[in-house]
C-alpha cells in the first residue's frame, strides 16, 4: 500500500543512493581518480549510503532513532562534498559537473533538515510518516 510513509522512506532511500554520484566511479573518463581525497570522498560517501539505508530501514521498523540517523547521513554526506570538491577540481572534472552535482545534494540536505529540524515540518513528518 501506498503511504506516506511508504513513500518518505523510498524518497529517503533514494536520496542516499544519490551519494554515488560523489564517488570515482562516477566521474568522467577523462578525470584522475586516484589518490587520497578520491579515497576519503568515496568512503564519506558510502558512509552516507549506508547510513540513509539504515535509516529507510528504521522508517519501515518505526524505530524513533530514524530521525537522528537520517541528520547524522546527511552531516557525513555534507563532509564528503568538502574533498569530492576538491578532487574533482584536482582531477580535471569539468567545473559545471561538479558543482551541479554539489549543488544538487547540498539541496537534497536542506530539504532534509528542514524537514526534521524545523518544529512545523517536524511534526507533520512525525504524525504522518511515523503514525503518532
Same mark, same amino acid.
Given at each position: 500500500?501506498? *503511504?506516506?510513509?511508504?513513500?518518505?522512506?523510498?524518497?529517503?532511500?533514494?536520496?542516499?543512493?544519490?551519494?554515488? #554520484? *560523489?564517488?570515482?566511479?562516477?566521474?568522467?573518463?577523462?578525470? %584522475?581518480?586516484?589518490?587520497?581525497?578520491?579515497?576519503?570522498?568515496?568512503?564519506?560517501?558510502?558512509?552516507?549510503?549506508?547510513?540513509?539505508?539504515?535509516? *529507510?530501514?528504521?522508517?519501515?521498523?518505526?524505530?524513533?532513532? #530514524? &530521525?537522528?540517523?537520517?541528520?547524522?547521513?546527511? %552531516?557525513? @554526506?555534507?563532509?564528503?562534498?568538502?574533498?569530492? @570538491?576538491?578532487?574533482?577540481?584536482?582531477?580535471? &572534472?569539468?567545473?559545471?559537473?561538479?558543482? #551541479?552535482? %554539489?549543488?544538487?545534494?547540498?539541496?537534497?540536505?536542506?530539504?532534509?533538515?528542514?524537514?526534521?529540524?524545523?518544529?512545523?515540518? &517536524?511534526? #507533520?513528518?512525525?504524525?504522518?510518516?511515523?503514525?503518532?
Amino acid at each position: 500500500m501506498w *503511504t506516506i510513509r511508504t513513500m518518505g522512506a523510498i524518497a529517503l532511500l533514494l536520496a542516499g543512493s544519490t551519494w554515488l #554520484w *560523489t564517488t570515482p566511479a562516477f566521474a568522467g573518463q577523462k578525470v %584522475a581518480t586516484g589518490g587520497a581525497l578520491w579515497w576519503l570522498a568515496g568512503l564519506l560517501s558510502l558512509v552516507t549510503i549506508v547510513g540513509f539505508c539504515v535509516a *529507510t530501514v528504521a522508517v519501515f521498523a518505526r524505530q524513533p532513532w #530514524w &530521525e537522528a540517523m537520517t541528520l547524522a547521513s546527511a %552531516a557525513v @554526506g555534507l563532509i564528503a562534498l568538502v574533498p569530492y @570538491g576538491i578532487a574533482a577540481a584536482r582531477g580535471g &572534472e569539468s567545473t559545471g559537473a561538479w558543482v #551541479w552535482n %554539489a549543488v544538487v545534494h547540498v539541496l537534497i540536505l536542506a530539504g532534509i533538515a528542514a524537514l526534521l529540524l524545523v518544529p512545523v515540518l &517536524e511534526r #507533520w513528518v512525525d504524525h504522518h510518516v511515523m503514525g503518532r
